[in-house]
């Protein structure tokens, strides 16, 4: 036996048990259901790192309430390019899921999904004004159409107990809000679809650290070892993704991989408050962003969620930014150190100079007390008291870093899909909107990996999940017609709209 130990020989190797390893396989599993499929995740089960529904907001980023996915121009109006493009590409997601519950390749829906209401927070005349014009831009939108905004007190005490009771009304406020917003657990989503590769024949095996990516001719030589055993094999195959979080990018660099020369990255812990108590939780039934305070980064946007996982209900507030070194929740201490290359080294210098508001505000965070946290808690729930909620940490978020018109840029919105090697070797860098959009990035990483591939493979990926793309070009009504029928095969039937006196629809 070799050092590395035993080959074995794949068609495809993904390298981490997240959403979009699981979203692949599933796909290609489709498409080519006589090809040899492996999974390599480090920890004990799959979907616990990002996708774990602790891990991350549960959010179904639809673009419905989410202020930094409207960028506010200099004249007030708003930008709907992002909200747009990512309501599209979750529409893909919604169709995928549907389809495999209704062909029983998924689980009850109720496992992974519910309804949830979206709503957008305002606060102070300017906050109000824009909270308004993102409304006004987006309401004639198929997608956005049944939003409602409303700046009347007892429409909004009545859509949000728990903020509104005991609200001094010393400032404007206003709330729009979207009865078809999702809540998604997306680790339980995650395992769900890995169960139904291996019934497929595909493999999952946890406790495997890759330790080496190498380039061997026409092949990809994948060196796991056995975390629980130390056991060493190496996997070969054509194909390699790379869906692991914050270890994706420490890992192509040790592979050589000559397209990540231009990116760096900064780790970001998550901390939220979260409260179980359930009078709390029985007055607030949604997720409700606010927009960023003057002078804070858009990533900095306020939320309170309710969240549901494994049938328990509890609220988060947050975020609130932490630090630490490691790229991974179960990560070593030199991640940080171990990126930076002298090829990557200017990009780390420009991000630095080109950021410092970014950097103040991470201090700041840093440095924040208990009673900040709690003060930023109350600006949300006045009447919330800290005894009734814990400081928890939500995962860990890897921000890239790239140059952009020579300056120095933090990837904060969107994912980046990085290929190498003739698209053998494909990779996904990134955070926000991140999961809920899985089934439209994927499908991207199939076009740049396999464009040989891709036509053939067109019809059955777009019954199976279209393309953004393809969302895009449905009229108003065909368009409609595909997501109440998602939405009925998922159980997720709109939350009941309170229309009242002050609230608006389109």
């Given at each position: 036996?070799?050092?590395?130990?035993?080959?074995?020989?794949?068609?495809v190797?993904?390298?981490?048990g997240?959403?979009?390893?699981a979203?692949?396989?599933?796909?290609?599993?489709?498409?080519?259901?006589?090809?040899r499929?492996?999974v390599v995740?480090?920890?004990?089960?799959?979907?616990?790192?990002?996708?774990?529904?602790?891990n991350n907001?549960?959010?179904g980023h639809?673009?419905l309430?989410?202020?930094?996915y409207?960028?506010?121009?200099?004249?007030?109006?708003?930008?709907?390019?992002?909200a747009?493009?990512?309501?599209?590409?979750?529409?893909?997601?919604?169709?995928?899921?549907a389809g495999?519950?209704e062909?029983?390749?998924l689980?009850?829906p109720?496992?992974?999904?519910?309804?949830?209401p979206?709503?957008?927070?305002?606060?102070?005349?300017?906050?109000?004004?824009?909270?308004?014009?993102?409304?006004?831009?987006?309401?004639?939108?198929p997608?956005?159409?049944d939003?409602?905004?409303?700046?009347?007190?007892?429409?909004?005490?009545?859509?949000?107990p728990?903020?509104?009771?005991?609200r001094t009304?010393?400032e404007?406020v206003?709330v729009t809000?979207?009865?078809?917003g999702?809540d998604?657990?997306?680790?339980a989503?995650?395992?769900?679809?890995l169960?139904a590769?291996?019934?497929?024949g595909?493999?999952?095996?946890?406790?495997?650290?890759?330790?080496?990516?190498?380039?061997?001719?026409?092949?990809?030589?994948?060196?796991?070892?056995?975390?629980?055993?130390?056991?060493?094999?190496q996997?070969?195959?054509?194909?390699?993704?790379?869906?692991?979080?914050?270890?994706?990018?420490?890992?192509l660099?040790?592979?050589?991989?000559?397209?990540?020369?231009?990116?760096?990255?900064?780790?970001?812990?998550?901390?939220?408050?979260?409260?179980?108590r359930?009078?709390?939780?029985?007055?607030h039934r949604?997720?409700?962003?606010g927009?960023?305070a003057?002078?804070?980064?858009p990533?900095?946007?306020?939320?309170l969620?309710?969240?549901?996982?494994?049938?328990?209900e509890a609220?988060?507030f947050g975020?609130?930014?932490?630090?630490?070194?490691?790229?991974?929740t179960?990560?070593?201490?030199?991640d940080?150190?171990?990126s930076?290359?002298?090829?990557?080294?200017?990009?780390l210098?420009?991000?630095?100079r080109?950021?410092?508001?970014?950097?103040?505000?991470?201090?700041?965070?840093?440095?924040?007390?208990?009673?900040a946290r709690?003060?930023?808690?109350?600006?949300?729930?006045?009447?919330?008291?800290?005894?009734?909620?814990?400081?928890i940490?939500?995962?860990?978020r890897?921000?890239?870093?790239?140059?952009t018109?020579?300056?120095?840029t933090?990837?904060?919105?969107g994912?980046?899909?990085?290929?190498?090697?003739?698209?053998?070797?494909?990779?996904?860098?990134g955070a926000?909107?991140?999961?809920s959009?899985?089934?439209?990035?994927m499908l991207?990483?199939?076009?740049?990996?396999?464009?040989?591939?891709?036509?053939?493979?067109?019809?059955?990926?777009?019954?199976?999940?279209?393309?953004?793309?393809?969302?895009?070009?449905?009229?108003?009504?065909?368009?409609?017609?595909?997501?109440?029928?998602?939405?009925r095969?998922?159980g997720?039937?709109?939350v009941?709209?309170?229309?009242?006196?002050?609230?608006?629809?389109?």
């Amino acid at each position: 036996m070799s050092r590395s130990g035993p080959s074995k020989d794949w068609d495809v190797v993904l390298v981490g048990g997240g959403i979009m390893s699981a979203t692949l396989g599933v796909l290609l599993s489709e498409v080519q259901p006589d090809w040899r499929i492996t999974v390599v995740e480090r920890l004990d089960e799959a979907g616990l790192e990002s996708s774990s529904a602790w891990n991350n907001a549960g959010t179904g980023h639809a673009g419905l309430c989410e202020f930094n996915y409207t960028p506010r121009r200099p004249d007030g109006t708003v930008d709907t390019s992002s909200a747009v493009r990512i309501g599209e590409q979750f529409v893909s997601s919604l169709v995928f899921w549907a389809g495999l519950v209704e062909r029983g390749v998924l689980g009850p829906p109720e496992t992974f999904t519910r309804s949830v209401p979206h709503l957008g927070f305002g606060r102070g005349a300017d906050g109000v004004a824009y909270l308004r014009a993102r409304w006004e831009a987006l309401r004639d939108h198929p997608l956005f159409a049944d939003q409602e905004f409303s700046e009347d007190p007892a429409v909004l005490a009545s859509w949000l107990p728990l903020m509104f009771e005991g609200r001094t009304g010393d400032e404007p406020v206003a709330v729009t809000r979207s009865a078809q917003g999702t809540d998604v657990d997306f680790g339980a989503l995650t395992r769900q679809l890995l169960s139904a590769l291996q019934q497929r024949g595909g493999v999952v095996r946890t406790h495997q650290e890759v330790t080496s990516l190498r380039r061997q001719g026409e092949t990809w030589v994948v060196r796991v070892r056995d975390r629980g055993t130390g056991h060493r094999r190496q996997l070969r195959a054509p194909y390699v993704f790379v869906g692991a979080g914050g270890g994706t990018l420490p890992l192509l660099q040790s592979a050589g991989v000559p397209e990540t020369r231009r990116y760096g990255a900064f780790p970001i812990s998550g901390q939220f408050l979260r409260t179980d108590r359930p009078d709390l939780v029985a007055a607030h039934r949604g997720k409700v962003y606010g927009h960023a305070a003057p002078g804070a980064p858009p990533i900095s946007v306020p939320h309170l969620d309710l969240r549901v996982v494994d049938g328990q209900e509890a609220l988060l507030f947050g975020p609130f930014a932490a630090f630490t070194p490691r790229f991974l929740t179960r990560g070593r201490l030199t991640d940080l150190v171990r990126s930076v290359r002298p090829g990557n080294l200017p990009v780390l210098a420009a991000a630095a100079r080109d950021n410092r508001s970014l950097v103040a505000y991470l201090l700041r965070q840093v440095a924040q007390s208990a009673d900040a946290r709690t003060a930023a808690l109350r600006q949300f729930v006045p009447s919330a008291r800290p005894d009734d909620w814990t400081l928890i940490t939500a995962g860990q978020r890897v921000q890239v870093l790239k140059k952009t018109g020579g300056r120095g840029t933090m990837v904060g919105f969107g994912t980046e899909i990085v290929t190498s090697a003739g698209g053998s070797l494909a990779a996904l860098l990134g955070a926000s909107p991140g999961a809920s959009t899985a089934a439209s990035t994927m499908l991207e990483v199939l076009a740049a990996s396999f464009p040989q591939r891709v036509s053939e493979w067109a019809p059955q990926l777009d019954r199976l999940a279209p393309s953004s793309r393809t969302v895009r070009q449905l009229g108003p009504d065909r368009l409609g017609e595909a997501v109440t029928c998602a939405r009925r095969v998922l159980g997720l039937v709109p939350v009941g709209t309170a229309h009242g006196k002050g609230a608006t629809t389109s």
